[in-house]
């Protein structure tokens, strides 16, 4: 697996904090114009949400841990995102006694 935004494919370049996107399950994440030192690495990281069901739109991400198996535990990860392999969003979360991967857009 990967640990960090770096190696997740499918994060879009280009992409405007607040403006409109379409897709709040499947490769939901982006990065701005901006360049972040040292080394130019890629702008701001973001997410596709859709807060209490309006349209979705960019918004600052919290964490990346980079691609995670869904179901998984992710003890050292709480409240930290994720992306599985087929490209879901994750999150971080606790529910029955443990730490694990689960839907983020629910």
């Known amino acids: 697996m990967c640990d960090y935004p ?3 494919p499918g ?3 280009h ?4 403006a409109p996107c379409d897709n709040t399950t499947y490769y939901v994440f982006g990065v701005d114009d901006s360049v972040v030192p040292p080394g130019a690495q ?4 973001m997410f596709c949400g859709s807060p209490r069901r309006y349209q979705p739109r960019w918004f600052r991400s919290p ?10 535990e ?11 392999p087929d490209g879901l969003f994750l999150v971080c ?7 694990s991967w689960i839907r983020a857009d629910t």
């Open 6 to 8: 770096a190696c997740t």
């Open 11 to 13: 994060i879009m370049p």
């Open 15 to 18: 992409q405007v904090l607040g």
């Open 42 to 45: 890629p702008g701001r990281l």
């Open 63 to 72: 964490p990346m841990a980079g691609v995670k198996e869904e179901n998984t």
């Open 74 to 84: 992710c003890q050292n990860y709480q409240n930290y995102v994720a992306q599985a």
């Open 93 to 99: 979360y606790p529910h029955d006694g443990i730490m």
